[in-house]
């Protein structure tokens, strides 16, 4: 187990948006999150993440408890997150973006030459299937390659577990099945992922086990087939909330 939640609760005002829920990441696999438009599971990771404080609950990462430890704290730790909204540095060029966290990470401490940066920036391109826009500025790539920029630059951390905020919203088919290659390759060279997803041919192809979220609640969790056969789930995704982003 190399994540756990406990009882994670966070309230916006009168808004329960994360309800009592616990749940465990194994190391090594695919975890998805899905639900309907405002179930919690953005909420759920940024308070995973260290950007809100949980009103209840405790969260564990590698054994340690890392409630309501900050971001970068815990992007030492390996744990690192990317935006549901991707947010490379536009007016850079793409292999600038991934220089930026490696040095973060690791330049200012370890005195990182700059060879071995460039070196490990065009690694992680290539990985991600990048490295030949590496001279182009961020701006100019179409949506599934800021997607991708996006998974490389959470790389460049050098993350034990990379959380990922619906790396495929907003995507062509063609370009979803891409990124989600590359999910697999991050998996296989050893990085354990949770993964938020609305596409359900998406997450039942790539999970290991699904938590499915409801109004903040967690309401089943299991494989994609128990999951895809649980009525609690189906009601879930026939009510209008879901219909009204599909
Ligand atoms: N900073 C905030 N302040 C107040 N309410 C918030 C805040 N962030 C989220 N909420 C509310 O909390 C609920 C859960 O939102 P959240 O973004 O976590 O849902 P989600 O499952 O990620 O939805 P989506 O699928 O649309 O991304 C929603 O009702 C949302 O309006
Ligand atoms: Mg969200």
Redesign the pocket.
């Known amino acids: 187990m190399i994540l756990e939640a406990r009882g994670v609760t966070k309230r ?1 005002g009168g ?1 329960v ?1 994360v309800d009592n829920v616990s749940f465990y990441v194994k190391e090594g696999e695919i975890f998805g999150i899905i ?1 309907p ?8 990771f940024n308070v995973i993440t260290g950007f809100y404080e949980p009103d209840e609950g405790r969260i564990f990462f590698m054994g340690n408890d890392i409630t309501g430890k900050k971001p970068h704290k815990l992007a030492k730790l390996g744990l690192t997150r990317t935006w ?1 909204i991707v947010k490379p540095f536009l007016g850079m060029k793409v292999i600038d973006n991934v220089l930026v966290p490696i040095y973060a990470t690791k330049g200012i401490v370890t005195g990182l030459d700059e060879r071995d940066a460039i070196e490990r920036a065009e690694e992680i391109l290539d990985f991600v299937g990048l490295l030949h826009r590496k001279e182009n500025l961020a701006e100019t790539l179409p949506h599934g390659e800021r997607k991708r920029l996006e998974i490389a630059r959470a790389l460049a951390t050098e993350p034990k577990m990379l959380m990922l905020d ?1 790396p495929a919203g907003g995507l062509t088919p063609k370009e979803m099945d891409e990124v989600m290659e590359v999910v697999k390759k991050v998996r296989d060279s050893g990085v354990t992922i949770t993964i ?1 997803e ?1 596409n359900m041919r998406v997450i039942m192809n790539i999970c290991e086990r699904i938590m499915v ?1 409801n109004f ?1 609640e967690k309401i089943a969790e299991g494989t994609p087939e128990e999951i895809s056969r649980n009525d609690d789930v189906i009601k879930a995704y026939l009510g209008e909330r879901f219909h009204a ?1 599909s």
């Open positions: 916006f808004l948006a639900g438009n405002g179930a919690g599971k953005t909420t759920l549901q619906e938020i609305h979220l903040g982003r």
